[in-house]
């Protein structure tokens, strides 16, 4: 099931990694190439070194920040954690990056998941992105609306980026004698 709740009728450019496992469904107003990203799941096309969304299962987001010794995890746990520091780590320089955690609060507060991580300890580390890396987190509750957000978030960064286009050539214009 798609949600379309986006008006502009705009054809939105959208890559996709092609290492993307899950690839999401987007609107009829995408158009996905697929393609090798540096960083990232998905990209808004021509900015593909500006803008990254990274797409993660709760599942394997709980798996990338356990490894904690009162966590009791393993020396895989911790190379999976190391790994995920680091992608987070080259994500810093990039002038949108946002981590979608196909998840609700719900099920982080209830502890449902399978991990040894605890609620706090999780919201913690969502939370502490945002300071630490310049990432936004989001939660969404399905991958439809997982989704329907990396779109939005896309399409408004594209119009954004046009209005300041639009705004340097009105300037550029009035400077011309």
Same mark, same amino acid.
């Given at each position: ?21 899950? *690839?999401?469904?987007?609107?009829? +107003? ?7 990203? #540096?960083?990232?799941? !998905?990209? %808004? $096309? ?28 393993? *020396?895989?746990?911790?190379?999976? +954690? ?7 780590? #080259?994500?810093?320089? !990039?002038? %949108? $990056? ?49 989704? %329907? ?29």
């Amino acid at each position: 099931m798609r949600f379309t709740i986006i008006q502009n009728p705009i054809i939105l450019p959208i890559v996709q990694d092609t290492r993307e496992q899950l *690839p999401w469904e987007f609107s009829d +107003r995408v158009d996905v190439e697929i393609a090798t990203l #540096r960083e990232g799941d !998905y990209s %808004l $096309k021509g900015y593909e070194n500006r803008v990254a969304i990274a797409r993660k299962s709760l599942s394997d987001f709980m798996s990338s920040i356990t490894t904690d010794r009162k966590e009791k995890g393993t *020396p895989k746990d911790h190379q999976r +954690r190391e790994r995920f520091k680091r992608e987070l780590r #080259r994500l810093q320089p !990039y002038e %949108l $990056k946002v981590l979608i955690i196909e998840g609700s609060w719900q099920e982080i507060i209830s502890g449902n998941y399978r991990s040894q991580v605890h609620p706090a300890s999780a919201i913690g580390t969502i939370v502490s992105f945002v300071w630490k890396y310049g990432i936004i987190p989001v939660l969404a509750d399905t991958r439809e609306i997982a989704a %329907l957000i990396a779109e939005t978030i896309l399409r408004q960064y594209a119009e954004d980026i046009e209005k300041r286009h639009k705004t340097l050539m009105k300037a550029h214009k009035e400077e011309r004698p």
